[in-house]
């Protein structure tokens, strides 16, 4: 029972890291715009929620009311204003813009929060669980992490192929000039791309902070885990990227349990892997 609870508390912990993803591969689907700041800005989304609970002094979970759409405004200014004077046909400009912004946002929390670790307390449903078998155990609030991962993600299926602005972004990923010549502006559809994808790193965020601690220097560690949910998933399928949290949630799992400190190499290894033995992903989209 042991193992199997292990197994059970990895796919939990899939589901954050699917949240990490969901924002990474939607940009990277429409804009072709490998986010390097994308692991900061969900650091930044945990400090603006420490911000608003410390100010109104709510549970941080209802703090996603406000921080949802401080971070939706702050991605659709950020792609207007600075990220869409760089993308064309070569990838080198967004990725060392991204790369600077990344540096900025972590000095920035730095120089105002300084280096100490932070934690959002969410009261008693933190430590609350439901026991469903001998042995076995399921942590309230990893399961309602979990729910809210699946739920983003069908959301994101629905809006993509049932919604004009979905038809939008398609239209837009595959042929920009045929998009605007049909009337689209391609800016205006990038900066909402931008601000789905920051409200996703909103909700990634207030997990990430009411789940451990966080510090102005862990966002390329998140930034990394959400790659590697993508790449084993396959690029432009979310679901695919909900099954490559989980697989790394559960390998990084398994490998805490064989020895503490094979908790991340297990997941990094199980990456490799995959990526040698399937470099497009298991669940690639089809094209």
Known sequence: MEWANTIVQGILLGGLYAMFAAGLSLIFGIMRLVNIAHGDLIVL???VALLVTEAL???????????????ALFGYVLQRAILNP?????????LLVTFGLSIIIQNGLLE???ADSRKLNAGPIEIASIQIAQGISIGILPLIQFLVAI??????????YRTAIGRAFRATSDDQSTAQLMGLDNRHVFGLAMALSLAIVAVAGVFLA?????????????????????????LGSMWGTLAGGIILGVSQAIGAQLDP??????????????LAVRPQGLFPKVQ
């Open 57 to 71: 002094g709510i549970n941080p979970l209802l703090s996603l009311v406000i921080v949802i759409p401080v971070m």
């Open 112 to 114: 105002l929060f300084t």
């Open 210 to 234: 009411v789940r451990t601690n966080f510090d102005p220097s862990i966002g390329p560690a998140r930034l990394i885990f959400g790659f590697e949910a993508v790449i084993i998933g396959g």
């Open 45 to 47: 989304a945990a400090y």
């Open 261 to 274: 400190g094979w908790n991340l190499l297990a997941g990094h290894l199980v990456f490799l892997f995959i």
């Open 86 to 94: 760089t993308l064309g046909d070569d990838l080198l400009p967004p």
């Open 151 to 160: 739920a983003i993600i069908g959301t994101l299926q629905i809006l993509f």
